[in-house]
């Protein structure tokens, strides 16, 4: 299975303020998926990146909030986009196969 | 849409006895694969076991096991002599075996967390 290392692995950010969340993975996939899991809750799907398409957004998860990049089969960045703190959450990635994870982001927004 | 039920909030067990999780699911799917991952306070997401629906034997990992019911719609996880580092949150989860693209998605329960006792 493919080996994702995602980053950064945690940050404290300024209401308003934009984060870039990166996964690099190790080999060539189709899809990868990102996830937010809030505080002492479970995953929930923000949105499928295929390579050269626009991603696919989960319903209540907007382009606008959530705009995501797929510019190779290795590469995949998800930005939370002006920020308040009820994002303060762990973001996730996975892909391909869809049962592999990167090691989580903790995003602390204050 | 598929769903997953954990109806276990919390757990705890003693140190080497054994210990089920429960999970069920709702699918109109034939064929999907099941998944228990465990979650330390690190967060990272840990693969812990899988199972494809068309297999019958239950899928075993080490000191993890599953009892896979299909028509049941049951998938349970059984650690044995559990360990002080089982201690985590626990989510299974579902993943259709068609389709592809979001497909491919996993849903979640809403976890178990389980506590060891020295």
């Known amino acids: 299975s493919a080996v994702i290392s995602q980053k950064p692995s945690r940050d404290i950010c300024q209401r308003g303020t934009s984060l870039t969340i990166q996964c690099q993975v190790d080999?060539?996939?189709?899809?990868m998926f990102w996830y937010r899991q809030q505080p002492g809750q479970s995953l929930t799907l923000i949105a499928t990146a295929n390579q050269g398409s626009e991603a696919t957004y989960e319903s209540g998860f907007v382009i606008d909030k959530f705009p995501i990049s797929r510019p190779n089969l290795t590469f995949s960045t998800l930005t939370v986009s002006n920020m308040s703190p009820e994002d303060s959450s762990i973001y996730l990635c996975?892909?391909?196969?869809?049962?592999?994870f990167g090691s989580g982001t903790r995003l602390t927004v204050v | 849409a598929q769903t997953v039920t954990q109806s276990q909030p919390e757990m705890s067990v003693q140190e080497a006895e054994t210990v089920t999780l429960s999970c069920t699911y709702d699918t109109s799917e034939s064929d999907y694969y099941l998944f228990w991952y465990k979650q330390p306070p690190s967060r990272q997401m840990i693969l812990v076991i899988r199972?494809?629906?068309?297999?019958?034997q239950n899928a075993t990992e080490n000191r993890f096991s599953v009892n896979f019911q299909k028509a049941a719609k049951s998938f349970s996880l059984k650690i044995s002599d559990s360990q002080l580092g089982d201690a985590a949150m626990y989510f299974c989860a579902y993943r259709s075996a068609r389709g592809g693209g979001s497909n491919y998605k996993l849903t979640f329960g809403k976890g178990t967390l389980l506590t060891v006792n020295p």
């Open positions: 199972q494809e629906a068309y297999k019958q």
């Open positions: 080999s060539q996939v189709t899809m």
């Open positions: 996975s892909a391909d196969s869809g049962y592999t």
